[in-house]
């Protein structure tokens, strides 16, 4: 059974980075068989697909927030990161991670998400 | 990017009652169409995959249906405990997209 758990800062300053990792237990994060999401909920609103990572390094990210995400891996820690470059209020949210069966796509497996506020 | 759009924004229904919620695609996805259910302060739950498929644990009152750009979650007997959003999501072409989403209340 796959497990994802997120960490990182809960509040972040305007026009910083915003950077949470992902730890991924019960299978390598090296497998063929995962694609590695990100996806958030702000305050109100819908969820939002922020990107994913697939285990050689490629990635897809959201268009809209294309210019400031990047996913990247660290197989020595079996985690995945987000990194949200130049944040405003606006990226204030409950940041979730989550797996896809590369053969099933849909989101079966999701961490308890972690709140990150955007303010100074 | 497919836009998703559901219908309607929230509904209030008694229990027992049979609920309906429509999700529209901007271009056909065939049946690459998900349904989670969201609770307050809870992760998202998937419910139904592959357009009609139910997830394993998910009681058999909740069903999906639809193919190309329409598709439909049915409730078939509301109970107090789906109080929840409900997102629809497709799978076909990424970036994957969700719907705006559905409160269902109890009236």
């Known amino acids: 059974q796959v497990q994802l758990q997120e960490s990182g800062p809960g509040l972040v300053k305007p026009s910083q980075t915003l950077s949470l990792a992902c730890t991924v237990s019960?299978?390598?994060?090296?497998?063929?068989?995962?694609?590695w999401s990100w996806i958030r909920q702000s305050p109100g609103k819908g969820l939002e697909w922020l990107g994913y990572?697939?285990?050689?390094?490629?990635?897809y990210y959201n268009p809209s927030l294309k210019s400031r995400v990047v996913i990247s891996l660290d197989t020595s820690k079996n985690q995945f990161s987000l990194n949200l470059s130049s944040v405003t209020a606006t990226d204030t949210a409950v940041y979730y991670c989550?797996?896809?069966?590369?053969?099933?796509?849909?989101?079966?497996?999701w961490g308890q998400g972690t709140l990150v506020t955007v303010s100074s | 990017d497919t836009q998703m759009t559901q219908s309607p924004s929230s509904l209030s229904a008694s229990v027992g009652d049979r609920v309906t919620i429509a999700c529209r695609a901007s271009?056909?996805?065939?049946?690459?169409l998900n349904w989670y259910q969201h609770k307050p302060g809870k992760v998202p739950n998937l419910l139904i995959y592959?357009?009609?498929r139910l997830q394993s644990g998910v009681p058999s009152r909740f069903s999906g249906s639809g193919s190309g750009t329409e598709f439909t979650l049915t409730i078939s007997s509301l109970q107090p405990e789906d109080v929840a959003t409900y997102y629809c999501?497709?799978?076909?072409?990424?970036?994957?997209?969700f719907g705006q989403g559905t409160k269902v209340e109890i009236k």
């Open positions: 592959a357009a009609s």
């Open positions: 019960g299978v390598s994060i090296s497998s063929a068989d995962y694609y």
């Open positions: 990572i697939y285990y050689i390094g490629s990635t």
């Open positions: 999501q497709q799978s076909y072409s990424v970036s994957y997209t």
């Open positions: 271009q056909g996805i065939s049946t690459y």
């Open positions: 989550a797996s896809t069966v590369a053969t099933r796509p849909r989101f079966d497996n």
